[in-house]
């Protein structure tokens, strides 16, 4: 097969259009999960840590929250049917893509430097 084959298979596959997410941002991630037969909605609340292939149809983000005192990170793949919706709470200054080191730190050291930008023009999607 060749790669042009694959490209079009893979972009047919990609959402119309995608918020868009940086590291470093807090985010609601709204996910359909299937209970039996019925399908409901549940958000994830947290700090991207790590963006993936953003050009790509399996682009991914790595989202990180503290739930009940224990670190909780969940990969989503931006283009993948169950994922509802993404806003963007927040956005922080960071200088790299792979925020790994929040990891290791809790508390005042684990916080990130906000600032300032336009929550509605983020979150609307063309």
């Known amino acids: 097969m ?11 596959q990609k959402k119309a259009a995608v918020v ?5 941002d807090t985010v609601k ?5 299937k209970e039996g037969e019925k399908f409901r909605s549940q958000v994830f609340e947290g700090v991207v840590v790590r963006v993936d292939r953003k050009e790509s149809h399996t682009a991914r983000i790595v989202v990180r929250k ?3 005192g224990v670190g909780v990170e969940k990969s989503f793949l931006l ?6 919706k993404i806003e963007v709470v927040r956005r922080s200054k960071v ?9 290791e730190r809790s508390g005042k ?7 300032d930008f336009d929550r509605n023009a983020v979150n609307t999607i063309e």
């Open 20 to 24: 868009d997410v940086r590291s470093g």
């Open 2 to 12: 060749s790669f042009s084959i694959l490209q079009k298979i893979g972009d047919a």
């Open 109 to 115: 050291s684990a916080r990130l430097e906000g600032k």
């Open 79 to 84: 283009h993948s049917p169950l994922v509802e």
């Open 29 to 33: 991630v709204t996910q359909k999960i």
């Open 66 to 68: 503290i739930a009940s």
């Open 95 to 103: 200088r790299r893509n792979n925020l790994s080191y929040l990891r």
